[in-house]
């Protein structure tokens, strides 16, 4: 399908929506974080079993709970597909959806 986004100069795009991170795979490396310019995700916390903590800071280590972190997509809708944080993944741990054409009246 032709997408039907276009940049400035008028060529095609397609927007790639990141709306998830396999949490078994990443490893919690931050590159994707600092390429974005959304906050669409952040880094928390995950316990030995798996269960996430909470969302990580510098000190915090979940009164020794903290088995390592990984990277969550807690604000979806702020993505805008521009694909960045795919790119910079080493562990290719996450799902991206191609946008909806906008539907008219
Ligand atoms: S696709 Fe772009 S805007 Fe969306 S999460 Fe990745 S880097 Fe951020
Ligand atoms: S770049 Fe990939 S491995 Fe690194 S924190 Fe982001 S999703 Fe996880």
Redesign the pocket.
Known sequence: MTSPFVTRDGSRWMP???TAIDGATCIGCGR?FK????E??HLYGVDDAGEILGICDDEDDFEGELNRMIMVVDHAGR????????RVCPKNCQTHVAAEPPQHD
């Open positions: 790639d929506y990141l994707c390429v974005c310019s959304r669409v995700m993505c805008i597909g521009c694909g960045a944080c795919a």
